[in-house]
């Protein structure tokens, strides 16, 4: 009998799993897969992924004049292992995340993402398999369109919570972006007081007008629903091109049997009334649209501070190893 999963599948969207844990993922065959500072940061906490932790620090030590360098070496090692062994188990992509640190310069966005690719060049993994993350603030989308554009690299904008960040992203040739669902229903229901169900949620709804505006227009970007809080977020959103899920949502959806129909139809969109707008090319008026949705404004920093934090995290208890302590 088929799963719920299995329906999703069939409404059109491409499955990919929001997992550091790769142990866990080739049980519910996604497309592709994502990871992030936090992703990792859990699994890394899991002993049977001390191995790939050892060999990340022996790179580390080798590649660094002072224990600053050799941690920051040792992270882009670990993050391109996780990436790796993904790899192994997927037949598509995995998303790698340049430190969101790094969000506000263009400059360094570049590099990094360019020393990631170089890294999995050198486990013989080409840049077709890796998708770049990058936050969706107006240096990432920036860093995104000169990769995708002087450097044949695909980036994922993630940290979407915004019409205006989607409609930049798109123009910037960014090969997927995330629209970040579940994080958007949070801060709806601490606002409100209230809750959202269904075709209610401003998750939903945020990644539907998102869905309609690139539809309407051809942008070919490809729509990626992420940060999921319940199963119901993503049926709301079958026939989205793709949907990033957790392994408990996941195995949610494979242990039922309810019918998933199509809610998301991109020939529909074509005759929605949808003015275009512009701002690729305009700082300030990206700036001051964005400025003016609350929710998106402090959902991007926290998103980015939370990341940024686990980053950290991470970095010192890799800190201790290169140390040998």
């Not at 310069?105 to 890294?119: C, D, G, Y």
Request: aromatic share 8%; with cysteine.
């Amino acid at each position: 009998m088929s799963t719920s999963l299995d329906h999703l599948k069939a409404s059109g969207t491409v499955v990919v799993s929001d997992s550091g844990d790769f142990a866990s993922i080739g049980k519910y065959k996604p497309q592709d897969a994502t990871t992030n500072p936090s992703l990792i940061l859990a699994a890394s906490k899991k002993p049977e992924y001390s191995k790939l932790i050892n060999q990340a620090v022996e790179y580390g030590k080798k590649h660094g004049s002072d224990i600053n360098s050799q941690v920051d070496a040792t992270l882009d090692e670990l993050l391109v292992e996780f990436g790796s062994e993904i790899l192994k188990i997927i037949p598509g992509k995995v998303s790698t995340e340049v430190d969101a640190k790094f969000s506000f310069n263009i400059q360094l966005s570049v590099e990094k993402a360019l020393h990631i690719i170089e890294l999995y060049k050198a486990k013989g993994i080409g840049k077709e398999r890796v998708l770049i993350k990058l936050a969706s603030t107006w240096e990432g989308i920036q860093a995104a369109r000169i990769l995708q554009k002087d450097h044949g690299i695909n980036c994922n904008l993630t940290l979407m919570f915004s019409l205006v960040q989607a409609i930049a992203g798109a123009e910037a040739g960014a090969f997927l972006i995330s629209p970040f669902v579940g994080r958007i229903l949070d801060w709806y229901k601490a606002a409100t007081k209230k809750d959202f169900t269904g075709a209610d949620d401003p998750g939903v709804q945020s990644v539907k007008a998102i869905f309609d505006y690139y539809k309407k227009y051809n942008y070919s970007t490809i729509v990626m629903g992420a940060s999921f809080r319940n199963i119901g977020e993503i049926t709301e959103l079958a026939g989205c091109d793709y949907l990033t899920i957790s392994p408990n949502l996941l195995e949610e959806l494979q242990n039922s049997n309810a019918p998933v129909p199509k809610k998301l139809d991109a020939a529909g969109a074509h005759s929605l009334d949808i003015p275009r707008k512009s701002y690729i090319n305009d700082e300030p008026l990206f700036r001051f649209d964005f400025n003016e949705d609350q929710m998106a404004v402090e959902k991007l920093r926290e998103g980015i501070s939370k990341f940024a934090a686990d980053a950290e995290t991470l970095k010192g208890i890799l800190r201790a190893k290169v140390q040998g302590n």
